[in-house]
């Protein structure tokens, strides 16, 4: 079991460290143009390449956000609840978000297959395989659904999900664990 975590974690920590690549990126590429104009260049593809990134940033770090509370949670209803109507209702919402997110996985990965079967390209000034921003996404996605799913399970046989660890854990030590 310690195994499967190892993996589990390291897998959302690479999707973090995807997302944090596409975010250095974006700011390559914009850099890149400022500095192009001063010189009377232009970046064929720049704008295109910086939403593809941009795509990539929020998508590929779902999941080790989420493993580290970093996500907003609303404790409305729940957070009022105690005892078996509280472990009930967040089975309830994991549940729900698992499903959501793998069907946004589900999507975008149909979206990519669709879109390398049929050899589509972006309509930029460069025509990029767009199969590839979109696969990214999905990728992002379906991490961020078997991380949901992770929680579901570590919930429904009794262990406390890394929501509500990373909520419980005091601000110093997630100032640690950051770096």
Request: hydrophobic share 40%; no cysteine.
């Given at each position: 079991m310690l195994l499967i975590r190892r993996a589990l974690d390291a897998l959302y920590l690479l999707g973090g460290v995807l997302g944090a690549v596409a975010l250095a990126a974006i700011g390559i590429i914009i850099a890149t143009q400022v500095v192009g104009r001063q010189f009377g260049a232009t970046v064929l593809g720049a704008d295109d390449l910086t939403a593809f990134s941009v795509a990539a940033s929020a998508a590929l770090p779902l999941a080790y956000a989420f493993r580290h509370g970093a996500h907003i949670r609303v404790d409305l209803i729940i957070g009022r609840l105690t005892g078996a109507p509280r472990f009930g209702m967040e089975a309830l919402a994991l549940l729900l978000a698992t499903a959501l997110a793998a069907f946004f996985a589900y999507s975008m990965i149909d979206l990519a297959t669709d879109s390398f079967e049929f050899e589509d390209v972006a309509q930029g000034s460069v025509a990029w395989k767009l199969w590839v921003p979109q696969g990214l996404v999905g990728a992002g996605c379906a991490l961020f659904a078997l991380c949901l799913l992770d929680d579901l399970?570590?919930?429904?046989?009794?262990?406390?999900?890394?929501?509500?660890?990373?909520?419980?854990?005091?601000?110093?030590?997630?100032?640690?664990?950051?770096?």
């Open positions: 399970v570590v919930h429904l046989l009794g262990g406390t999900p890394s929501y509500r660890r990373a909520a419980e854990a005091s601000a110093l030590e997630r100032a640690g664990e950051e770096i």
